[in-house]
């Protein structure tokens, strides 16, 4: 406790410097918020330690407010542990916890608006839709304008037009603090298996004695890994323990949100990016004093101040969307490992295709391993082939019966039979394509023209439901050329995204009935919501999508589940691609066949030889495991090696090369670490800006953090440039 009067250093969000000193003005506490001034200027900060700066009295500030909540000494250490790891400042990790702008404020007056569902629903549009969408996601709570902006993507001009046709109607404008406090009770507990049992009696004895652990719960598919964690949740829950339940934002669907409720009694509280300002101020203080104890979020639920924290669930443990990259790099599942060390509590990463990070992690003991091998109620896994489409050539189809215009087909004879079959039973069947939009490549027939984006080092994708050329990197829309801007000719369009394929679907299935999946389609989590009832009351016969399709879902008709090219992923050049390819295809294999009928994957493919593709056939997850992680290792990649990319973007070309070479002759001198480049990054130009990569590599046990800060000390970083640490680099472009 640090009396009033008392000169404490306070750490502030996003500053470069480790923390100010000020002067209390009221007792305090390591961790208490306070607010400060920086020129003039408020902010709220934490209490970080005594004040250092050796600065004479007269010119240390008073703190302007001292708030009566804090987070707790435990806390204060992860935020320093979590910088030293990720290289990102204490103060950008505090802005990760403060990234609630309205949460130390008083209630503002502002107008607010309500969805009016009685409006003429013919006057729909899709902008509209995705307001309609942003109110369902916040329970229908009236919003402001900027909240509608926000969430639903839309500009001021289709909320006034809303407003003017009477479909938002403007309310009591007072915005008061909610306090979101459910009662939870178990009253929808289900009687586990022996599997089940042994797996969740495991966490019990874990959360009972208290202490750090990790627990990979790792069972297949419909195993019951969510029934297992429920047990868990419940455990930790009624010992008056606070616990959170991390998933991918996709994952946070309806169907789990009703699992949950029948399940506690009551609706969870969920945290995701698309909440009202006063919704995430609300719940931010709810958690802060204990009024809200258990809340299903995204990897930013991590961020919020918890107290009491005694158990955190990950699910989809391996999601790479757990990986943050523009805000500080961190890892969401590492870094809610590292917060439970430091607090002494139990951690269950839940996944049917571990990471191999996690993998290892248990091979050397550090997790504990819970199975579940079979589906719950003996529901049969699907049977996996491949198609060699070498030998099974896909038939043209007529894009036009009066021109008999006629185009190469992507899906193969033994893949359209299939299809076939599952109509004529009035089944459903899913088909995957990671591709979004219509074609890859749109290219001058004569001269070999491609269209790629002028800021992005990329070709641009058709899209055929706007028409136009899309960047998948930064966004820009282009109209279709109707000749080759170089030479005059017809250009011609290749390759196939999943609009194309819905084409050929139409073309030999006209009496299909087809919905397209993907982040295009599915703006909203009420757009995905909307789709999965129609499948679900079988208004579907087929669903074509990206990999949003792959997971959470349970479709108990989808008995064929169709892999356009099994290829796409399996020759990048992440190190990672054959894992994240033997992910995906699991993943989406495992949708088949869920309910009483047995369900059917197949894989086109050009190699069905390839180790990935043999493994995923024979349901042989661990030697595929293995046999990738003997190639890691002896690559040194992780989990065997640690990597840390150093991103130099520049908008000019030549000072981006200078400044790289001025880094590559400072490199430090450290056994052990190699630090590799400067290269040209995959993706050259991204936004304008163009970029270069250098890569640090090290053995698993090196401290690669040290030797990257002193490099960085040795430059001065030019204002037009940026330096992008990622410590643990998923991403390689
Ligand atoms: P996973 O999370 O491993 O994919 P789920 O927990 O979703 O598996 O379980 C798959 C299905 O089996 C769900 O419909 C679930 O309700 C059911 N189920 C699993 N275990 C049990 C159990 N012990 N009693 C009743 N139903 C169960
Ligand atoms: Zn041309
Ligand atoms: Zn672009």
Redesign the pocket.
Known sequence: MFKSGTVVKVLLPNVVNSGYDYRLIADADLGTFVRVTVMNRPYIGVVFGIGDSGLPADKIKNVQRVFPWKISVADLQWIQKMSDWTLMTPGAVLRLILNVPDAFCEPRTEQLYSYNFDANKSKMTENRQMVFDAFEMNDNEPMSITDIQNIAHVGASVVRTMVARGMLNPVASRNIVRTFKYEYSDIGT????KE?RAAADAIARDITNGGFSVNLLD??????????YFDSAWRAYSTGKSVLLMMPEIALTAQFIK?FESRFGAPPVVWHSNLTAARRRDIWRGVMCGDIRMVVGTRSALFLPWQNLGLIVVDEEHDSSYKQEDMGNYHGRDMAILRAKLSDFPVVL?S?TPSEETMRNVEIGRFGHLI?KS???GAELPKIETIDMRENKPAEYCVNSETGDMKPGYLSPMLCDAIGEVLNKHQQAMLFINRRGFAPIVQCKKCGWVATCPDCSIGMTYHKKIGKLLCHICGRTVSLPDKCPDCGNDVSMRGAGLEKIEEEVHVKFPHARTALVSSDTMVSRGALERMVMRMESGELDIIIGTQILAKGH?FPNLTLVGVVDADMGLFGTDFRAPEHTFQQLFQVAGRAG?GAMPGRVMLQTYQPTHPVLVAICNGNRDEFLHADMDARKSAKMPPFGQLVAVIVECKNESKLKKFCDELAQSVPNASGVRIMGPIVAQMYQVRGFYRMRFLVCGDARSALQPIVKLWMSRVNVPANIRVKLDVGPQNFM
Do not use: D, F, P, W
Request: proline share 0%.
């Open positions: 289900v009687e586990l298996n089940q069972g297949i598919t419909g195993s019951g890994k969510t029934q297992v699992r839940a049917a579940l589906r719950y109620g349970h869920r």
